[in-house]
T-cell receptor, first 114, second 111 residues
Framework: KAGVTQTPRYLIKTRGQQVTLSCSPI?????VSWYQQTPGQGLQFLFE???????NKGNFPGRFSGRQFSNSRSEMNVSTLELGDSALYLCASSLGLLADNEQFFGPGTRLTVL | DQQVKQNSPSLSVQEGRISILNCDYTNSMFDYFLWYKKYPAEGPTFLISISSIKDKNEDGRFTVFLNKSAKHLSLHIVPSQPGDSAVYFCAAPLGANNLFFGTGTRLTVIP
């Protein structure tokens, strides 16, 4: 069974630009969560999507948004990029809601903002 | 405000010895804890978990201990192997709303 895939793996953008990251969950998984990993803050929860609806959101500004499609694939968008947005963005999928199910992580997208 | 803390950013251990990774938390509502292991260029993988009704959970070379009164948990790896070299995150879910992670501890096992 294929794991969680994320595209692209690496991305370089400049301040002010916007970026869209993509995540394909494990087949059959309906929940997709997004995380930001930085050296100083560790892993921080961004949001969770389940059945095309955002179920939970972490403490991030509105520049961070996402969506989920009917096939459970998810995209995350960051607008008006700032230098501090440079991070590894991880996507995780689970069968059901985050709280009740084990998550499986993708390899991440490394975003560098110059 | 970090509700789950890993105060040691790195740890080096000789192969064959015990590795002890520590994690502290502040929220007494946490009742379930997980440890994840992360290799470079890969996403975290689930390692072991513990429910607050237990104070110990063992899986092969990995044992997690929970001290609720001290709001402290630790992951013991014995014997440590070079392949255990990775970043270890502890995490705690809170209802259906969030999953709090520590900042991670980089373990290096020296052959």
């Amino acid at each position: 069974k294929a794991g969680v895939t994320q595209t692209p793996r690496y991305l370089i953008k400049t301040r002010g630009q916007q970026v869209t990251l993509s995540c394909s969950p494990i087949s059959g998984h309906r929940s997709v969560s997004w995380y930001q990993q930085t050296p100083g803050q560790g892993l921080q929860f961004l949001f969770e999507y389940f059945s095309e609806t955002q179920r939970n959101k972490g403490n991030f500004p509105g520049r961070f948004s996402g969506r989920q499609f009917s096939n459970s694939r998810s995209e995350m968008n960051v607008s008006t990029l700032e230098l501090g947005d440079s991070a590894l963005y991880l996507c995780a999928s689970s069968l059901g809601l985050l709280a009740d199910n084990e998550q499986f992580f993708g390899p991440g997208t490394r975003l560098t903002v110059l | 405000d970090q509700q789950v803390k890993q105060n040691s950013p790195s740890l080096s251990v000789q192969e064959g010895r015990i590795s002890i990774l520590n994690c502290d938390y502040t929220n007494s509502m946490f009742d379930y804890f997980l440890w994840y292991k992360k290799y470079p260029a890969e996403g975290p993988t689930f390692l072991i978990s513990i429910s607050s009704i237990k104070d110990k959970n063992e899986d092969g070379r990995f044992t997690v201990f929970l001290n609720k009164s001290a709001k402290h948990l630790s992951l013991h790896i014995v014997p440590s192997q070079p392949g255990d070299s990775a970043v270890y995150f502890c995490a705690a879910p809170l209802g259906a709303n969030n999953l709090f992670f520590g900042t991670g501890t980089r373990l290096t096992v020296i052959p």
